[in-house]
């Protein structure tokens, strides 16, 4: 079974404050993605990962940076955290060649007081 | 942009009845598609994948694949109250990296 691992369930930050949401997977995916999803806008693609250390913007890349040293683990970085940014982030990986499925993490739910 | 349409719902059948899902999707050089189901507050949960034009059954879930008309649809046989859910359509882009499109899923509630 695949499974995706996401650092926190719950966290709660200050306006401005740098904030790393981690992923991990453990099926040796070469695609990794980050989501942001909030009521009726559904899924939104932040950011993904091809290779180690490659990344390409998503639909929404504005105020996020994200971090890919090793195959297994993507990081999503908020630079300095806005109320804006409250949603919950769900990372995602996919192999190569498996017809694109995504496997998803349980989710972050991100508030920004 | 490549979109995928979902009718938001709610969609609402009674326990044992049939529940159908539809979506529509833009970009027609799309070859996968797939169904994930969200319960409130979890992340999204693949249950089925289809490729193909025609149906794929999977328990009580049949995915139909209409490439011609650019349709995706969901049945699910004998629902359930555990059915209950949002189900979200999605879509592997064309033109590479990978990237899926999803749609913004639609409700189901089962009535007991």
């Known amino acids: 079974d695949v499974k995706v691992t996401q650092s926190s369930r719950y966290l709660v930050k200050r306006t401005g404050e740098k904030v790393f949401l981690e992923c991990v997977q453990d099926m040796d995916h070469e695609n990794m993605f980050w989501y942001r999803q909030d009521p009726g806008l559904g899924l939104r693609l932040i950011y993904f990962s091809y290779d180690v250390k490659m990344k390409e913007k998503g639909d929404i890349p504005e105020g996020y940076s994200v971090s890919r040293e090793k195959k297994e683990r993507f990081s999503l970085i908020l630079e300095s955290a806005s109320t804006n940014q409250t949603s919950m982030y769900l990372c995602?990986?996919?192999?190569?060649?498996?017809?694109?499925?995504?496997?998803f993490g349980p989710g972050t739910r991100l508030l920004v007081l | 942009q490549k979109e995928v349409e979902q009718n938001s719902g709610p969609l609402s059948v009674p326990e044992g009845a049939i529940a159908s899902l539809n979506c529509t999707y833009s970009?027609?050089?799309?070859?996968?598609f797939f169904w994930y189901r969200q319960y409130s507050g979890k992340s999204p949960e693949l249950i089925m994948s289809i490729y193909s034009n025609g149906d794929k059954e999977d328990g009580r879930f049949t995915a139909q694949l209409n490439k011609a008309s650019q349709y995706v649809s969901l049945l699910i046989r004998d629902s359930q109250p555990s059915d209950s859910a949002t189900y979200l359509c999605a879509g592997l882009n064309s033109g590479g990296y990978q990237k899926v499109t999803f749609g913004t899923g639609t409700k189901l509630q089962v009535i007991p």
């Open positions: 970009d027609r050089g799309s070859q996968s």
């Open positions: 995602a990986s996919s192999l190569t060649g498996s017809h694109g499925t995504q496997y």
